[in-house]
């Protein structure tokens, strides 16, 4: 009689155990069922969160059908209860297992900006602060703050920021992306110098970054950087003024309406190169490789002047005479989307 009695019992928590044991297993299974999302979800894990409410939370959010699978299987992995901080992208079709995997391994979430060659450091300022999703620190700052807490205090930051396309998460700030530009421009710029030609007229690698950022600015096909940098280089060499209109529209500052005229030109400021000698003393833009390079290997040539054609290429002439037969053709039977330099909002050409 005992016997059967205790046989009877393990019987029944066999049965038990078999029965709990198929209960858990396909619980574990739903984590392994594909969600369906009609759009992408963020999904942020806060610092410091623990497992079990970042579990109950994507079960708030209709991506874990119970919460319990999820806990009872970061209990039976432990390294899977090992999630970073941070912003991530559900998408349609992923299941729990994946959406656990991807927190683990701090796959989150990441947007980019673009700062464009050519734009102004304020350009640069205002597209990082129209940027969602990126953290706002110096939007009251002075561009003095800015230099000082990346390490560069007195430098002008004019040009100082590398053009190029930036990855950010949740986590990072406008600081963030300020850095890296900055960082990315000193090392292309002494990449470059380090391998510049022989016999340039440039005391300093912020010369040739100087030289650039005005190239950058006149140049309205690529293929011509080369050459607008030799003009610009043997004007230099000859004692000659560059005679930019770039440059003075920078000068201008807010005066700058859309067009320059003929006064403008003569009106004295650091950066009118009709009226000061040699280059002026920062930087007008923000330059790209190309314009780096091509400031530090100019094309050889007898060039020393060029006019618009219009279409944003240009004519070159090595004799004055030659220019201003060109000045003639080009300018004073101007088609009427002409354009004197690249275009960049709010600008437009000389008078």
């Keep these: 009689m005992i016997k059967r009695l205790i046989f009877t019992l393990l019987a029944l928590s066999l049965v038990c155990a078999i029965g709990v044991g198929f209960w858990a297993w396909q619980g574990l299974q739903t984590l392994k069922a594909p969600v369906e999302l009609a759009e992408p979800v963020l999904f942020e894990v806060p610092e410091g969160r623990s497992f079990n409410r970042v ?36 998408v349609d079709g992923m299941t729990p297992g994946q959406m656990l995997t991807m927190m683990v391994r701090g796959d989150v979430k990441r947007w980019s900006i673009t700062i464009i060659e050519g734009w102004t450091f304020a350009e640069m300022r205002q597209a990082l602060a129209d940027t969602a999703r990126l953290k706002k620190v110096t939007g009251d700052w002075s561009a003095g703050r800015i230099m000082e807490a990346l390490g560069a205090k007195g430098e002008h930051p004019e040009g100082r920021f590398f053009p190029d396309t930036y990855l950010f998460t949740g986590q990072h700030s406008d600081l963030d992306i300020l850095r890296q530009a900055y960082e990315r421009m000193q090392a292309v710029l002494e990449g470059e110098w380090q391998n510049r ?5 440039y005391d300093s690698p912020y010369e040739a970054l100087i030289m650039a950022s005005i190239i950058e600015r006149e140049t309205g096909v690529p293929y011509e950087r080369g050459e607008i940098a030799g003009v610009f280089v043997r004007r230099l060499q000859k004692g000659m003024r ?3 209109d770039p440059t003075v529209i ?30 002026p003393p920062t930087p007008i833009a923000l330059p790209g490789r190309e314009a780096i390079h091509a400031s530090l290997h100019p094309e050889p040539g007898e060039s020393l002047y ?46």
């Design 55 to 90: 579990a109950f939370a994507l079960a708030d959010r209709g991506l874990v059908g119970n919460s319990l699978w999820l806990r009872l299987h970061a209990r039976l992995n432990p390294a899977d209860a090992r999630i970073k901080a941070g912003e991530y992208e559900f």
């Design 197 to 201: 030609a022989a016999g340039l007229p």
């Design 242 to 244: 560059l005679q930019t």
């Design 250 to 279: 920078y000068g201008m500052g807010e005066k700058f309406k859309g067009r320059i005229s003929s006064r403008d030109l003569r009106t004295h400021t650091p950066y009118n190169t009709y009226r000061i000698n040699g280059l």
């Design 306 to 351: 060029f006019v618009a054609r219009g279409d944003g290429s240009h004519k070159f002439s090595s004799t004055l005479a030659e220019h201003q037969k060109a000045v003639r053709e080009f300018q004073l039977n101007r088609r009427s989307d002409y354009r004197s330099f690249p275009a960049t909002p709010g600008e437009g050409e000389t008078d």
